[in-house]
């Protein structure tokens, strides 16, 4: 017997779960969460034997999908040689996985600090930004998700960050576009763009420039709601960055690695930041990894001054076989021309004739295969159909209900993500499109 037959058990393994095992962002008690007994491409499997299309790529980062034989290759091959090898020593798979990366990021992006995700590795480019800069605050915008460790969760605009912010960090948020509950009034793109800028600019002003290391932003805000910045906006903030000395942070965590239809979603303005950081789709998740992509500047000024920081698991040999083995696949597949057809040609004309036939649907915004509908519950108000930082019986209706027909739904207060993976197939994104379609016709008439 192998020391992992006893947990292919599925009543087991939830009755030792809800034991011993303490679950993230939740109140413990009451929690039933699901068994998942097998994965394979868009799809996974719970202990009944129910499949279910996995239109979350679980926590939007199986860009490849469940299993994919070349990332599961290339771990096991690397298992079989060497797993482990602490950060200080040279590894071929981190080497190649460094390169690889370096090869997509924008402009002079060539120098990558590996961490073990995404929060970690937004704290160690404010780490960077400050030791480079010798100046402190870091401005982010309300309505994002940065992680979930201290600095990170400060920076953090949403609500997750009200029940830890030590209010302590040097963080100044300020508002983002986002044009269908505009902070400011607007009612166009160009003058979202305008005005968010104008505001950005004033902020810089009011705190001092002098006293600013950084600007980190999702380039285009995931959890928080996948708000597509207006055209230019980003130029906008990068011009603005130059004029006053501060770094562009561009957090990548999510929107990167294809999932907007572009290796990064920052490209969509063409726009280079100082640090970008990374995690998830970089390798599918299959293996914890994270980094920051590091311009020349910032890597010359720890050039002959060491830089204080690392992790133990930094650049896992077997998180970087699994990089490697992904990036490749993506390149070799197209998977990024993907992405940006399903988008283009499948997901977003789908979902906007659903919004033909569902007055909840407020808003179907999106890219590549990162798409929104923010659900209302009077399209002329915009009343959400949960509140902020909340749920309500409408959206635990419409979310049992998707699983009823077979559909993992990714939902964040009054929005239902659609972000499947990038290799999803065009008949599977409209099947789990239809089936949403259901789940909200079932939610309405209950
Ligand atoms: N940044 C963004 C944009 C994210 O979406 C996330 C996670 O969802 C993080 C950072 C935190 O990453 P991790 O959970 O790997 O620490």
């Not at 679950?23 to 007994?37: F, K």
């Not at 988008?343 to 407020?362: F, K, M, N, T």
């Not at 590549?368 to 949960?386: K, M, S």
Request: with cysteine; glycine share 10%.
């Amino acid at each position: 017997m192998s020391d992992l037959e006893s947990t292919q058990d599925p009543r087991r393994a939830y009755d030792l779960d809800r034991a011993h095992v303490f679950h993230s962002w939740s109140a413990q008690a009451g929690l039933d969460p699901m068994v998942i007994t097998k994965a394979e491409g868009p799809h996974i499997w719970d202990a009944d034997g129910n499949r279910l299309l996995d239109f979350t790529s679980q926590l939007v980062y199986t860009n490849l999908g469940h299993q994919h034989p070349r990332i599961v290759a290339a771990i096991q091959e690397q298992a079989a040689s060497l797993c482990t090898v602490a950060p200080g020593y040279v590894n071929g798979a981190r080497s190649e996985a460094a390169r690889l990366i370096a090869s997509h990021t924008p402009g002079d992006l060539d120098h990558v600090f590996f961490t073990n995700g995404g929060a970690d590795a937004n704290e160690h480019a404010i780490r960077m930004a400050r030791l480079h800069t010798g100046k402190h605050k870091v401005l982010s915008t309300y309505r994002s998700y940065h992680g979930g460790t201290q600095l990170a969760v400060n920076v953090t605009g949403d609500p997750r960050r009200w029940p830890s912010d030590n209010g302590s960090s040097g963080t100044v948020h300020f508002f983002g576009p986002f044009l269908y509950r505009s902070p400011f009034h607007s009612t166009t793109e160009a003058q979202e763009c305008e005005r968010a800028l104008a505001h950005l600019e004033q902020v810089i002003t009011l705190e001092g420039p002098g006293t600013i290391a950084a600007v980190v932003l999702e380039s285009i805000p995931g959890t928080a709601g996948i708000m597509i910045p207006p055209p230019g906006y980003l130029t906008g903030v990068r011009e603005l960055c130059d004029r006053f000395g501060i770094m562009l942070i561009a957090d990548e965590v999510m929107s990167g690695f294809g999932r907007s239809g572009r290796w990064f979603a920052i490209e969509h303005d063409g726009v280079t930041p100082d640090l970008l950081t990374f995690a998830k789709g970089v390798n599918s998740g299959y293996v914890p990894l994270g980094g920051v992509a590091i311009s020349d500047a910032i890597y010359e000024t720890f050039a002959h001054r060491a830089y204080p920081g690392g992790l133990t698991y930094s650049g896992h040999p077997l998180a970087c076989a699994a990089a490697v083995a992904t990036i490749r696949t993506m390149e070799d597949d197209a998977v990024v021309e993907n992405a940006a057809r399903l988008g283009s040609d499948v997901i977003g004309p789908a979902l906007r004739e659903l919004s033909e036939q569902h007055d909840w649907i407020g808003e179907v915004r999106g890219t590549g295969c990162f798409w929104a509908l923010e659900l209302v519950a009077d399209r002329d108000t915009r009343e959400p159909l949960a509140p902020y930082g909340g749920s309500s019986p409408q959206m635990a209706a419409v979310l049992k209900a998707c699983r009823e027909e077979g559909l993992l739904p990714f939902a964040n207060y009054n929005r239902i993500h659609v972000v499947p993976p990038l290799n999803i197939g065009d008949d599977e994104a409209r099947e789990g499109i239809a089936k949403l379609g259901v789940a909200l016709a079932r939610a309405r008439a209950a």
